[in-house]
């Protein structure tokens, strides 16, 4: 959509663009009351004030239907799609990564509670297996924060995708 469109949208045509970036209400109607917006410049600085940071509640509302990492989203819908683009790096015929990401996910999820979140778009299986690795060892606290910055950073990144100058 251009950001013209965007703007002169109904309230909720615009939260129904918005939604795929990041299913978070408040995130979602912050950016379509905030209209109208000048430039993309203006939409994604607002779009990461209004993320930062999403609160507790608000990333498990994003991570209830979020896919593993590894495992391709299925379905049609425009989010699904995405999720499959971002995760173009990880290349499921790797026999040998796909095992160590399942066993990641599987630590991750007994340790945090939550499926593993990361901004996988231009990352390498390698790179993304090192970071949740790493992650297994932050405390609660510390992991909380990383996971509402990973989901800020997808959810700017699938906004500069989903509307255009």
């Given at each position: 959509m251009k950001l013209e469109e965007f703007n002169e949208a109904g309230r909720s045509e615009a939260i129904a663009t918005l939604r795929p970036c990041v299913d978070v209400t408040?995130?979602?109607?912050?950016?379509?009351?905030?209209?109208?917006?000048?430039?993309?410049?203006?939409?994604?600085?607002?779009?990461?004030?209004?993320?930062?940071?999403?609160?507790?509640?608000?990333?498990?509302?994003a991570l209830s239907h979020h896919p593993r990492i590894g495992e391709r989203a299925r379905?049609?819908?425009?989010?699904?799609?995405?999720?499959?683009?971002?995760?173009?790096?990880?290349?499921?015929?790797?026999?040998?990564?796909?095992?160590?990401?399942?066993?990641?996910n599987a630590a991750y999820e007994q340790r945090f509670g939550r499926v593993f979140l990361i901004r996988a778009a231009g990352r390498s299986a390698g790179e993304i297996l090192e970071a949740?690795?790493?992650?297994?060892?932050?405390?609660?606290?510390?992991?909380?924060?990383?996971?509402?910055?990973?989901?800020?950073?997808?959810?700017?990144?699938?906004?500069k995708g989903a509307i255009a100058a």
């Amino acid at each position: 959509m251009k950001l013209e469109e965007f703007n002169e949208a109904g309230r909720s045509e615009a939260i129904a663009t918005l939604r795929p970036c990041v299913d978070v209400t408040r995130w979602c109607e912050h950016l379509a009351d905030r209209r109208p917006y000048g430039s993309i410049d203006e939409l994604v600085s607002e779009a990461g004030a209004a993320a930062s940071p999403f609160t507790a509640d608000e990333v498990e509302q994003a991570l209830s239907h979020h896919p593993r990492i590894g495992e391709r989203a299925r379905g049609a819908s425009t989010e699904a799609a995405l999720s499959r683009s971002e995760q173009a790096g990880v290349d499921p015929a790797d026999a040998e990564i796909a095992r160590a990401l399942a066993e990641g996910n599987a630590a991750y999820e007994q340790r945090f509670g939550r499926v593993f979140l990361i901004r996988a778009a231009g990352r390498s299986a390698g790179e993304i297996l090192e970071a949740l690795t790493a992650r297994l060892g932050n405390d609660d606290a510390t992991e909380e924060r990383v996971v509402a910055e990973q989901l800020r950073e997808i959810a700017v990144l699938r906004l500069k995708g989903a509307i255009a100058a």
